[in-house]
T-cell receptor
């Protein structure tokens, strides 16, 4: 069964460093999403992406964040200068059609900023 | 704006017992409601969803949920718990199937012998 793959599963980075979280969506999917979950809090929407541009973003997704689809298979989330409060589980998701509610999620990357 | 509240961050049941995971929502428009499950080291998997029509919806693995507008609830149930049901369960709401999901904080289900 096709699945969304995220790497790494756990990343530790120092405050102020740039970090790139990687995702390989399901191959025929066209819509891509990032969500995050700070420990003990809700899973929160960050951004959706289609046709090489952001289609929607939340207030959390400020100038420190960027997304990119550098090639035909990867979808990345970059945090330019990490802060302690960026520590969270980050979920990538993809969907074939414009229905985030039909999205398939990856297993998540746990980001720890120290 | 919509929101979701899941009562109980941890629920423990015996194998064979009823599973009841609670979810209440807030939405200014008719909501679409979802339950997702996350097994250890895996992604979020859709269990079931309510969009329109029948308020009792059945999902995978014997789970079902009932949309009760008067109670603004969408509780998840399963008549008989199995050890393999141990996981984290997330309730979510959207204001349309094309809208982003708003999740609750999750409930960790433990199943004991």
């Amino acid at each position: 069964e096709p699945e969304v793959t995220q790497t790494p599963s756990h990343q530790v980075t120092q405050m102020g460093q740039e970090v790139i979280l990687r995702c390989v969506p399901i191959s025929n999917h066209l819509y891509f999403y990032w969500y995050r979950q700070i420990l003990g809090q809700k899973v929160e929407f960050l951004v959706s992406f289609y046709n090489n541009e952001i289609s929607e973003k939340s207030e959390i997704f400020d100038d420190q964040f960027s997304v990119e689809r550098p090639d035909g298979s990867n979808f990345t989330l970059k945090i330019r200068s990490t802060k302690l409060e960026d520590s969270a589980m980050y979920f990538c998701a993809s969907s074939e059609i414009l229905e985030p509610t039909e999205a398939f999620f990856g297993q998540g990357t746990r980001l720890t900023v120290v | 704006a919509q929101s979701v509240t899941q009562l109980g961050s941890h629920v423990s049941v015996s194998e064979g017992a009823l599973v009841l995971l609670r979810c209440n929502y807030s939405s200014s428009v008719p909501p679409y409601l979802f339950w997702y499950v996350q097994y250890p080291n895996q992604g979020l998997q859709l269990l079931l969803k309510y969009t329109t029509g029948a308020t009792l919806v059945k999902g995978i693995n014997g789970f079902e949920a009932e949309f009760k507008k008067s109670e603004t609830s969408f509780h998840l149930t399963k008549p008989s718990a199995h050890m393999s049901d141990a996981a984290e369960y997330f309730c979510a709401v959207s204001i349309g199937t094309a809208s982003k999901l708003t999740f609750g904080t999750g409930t960790r289900l433990q199943v004991t012998l």
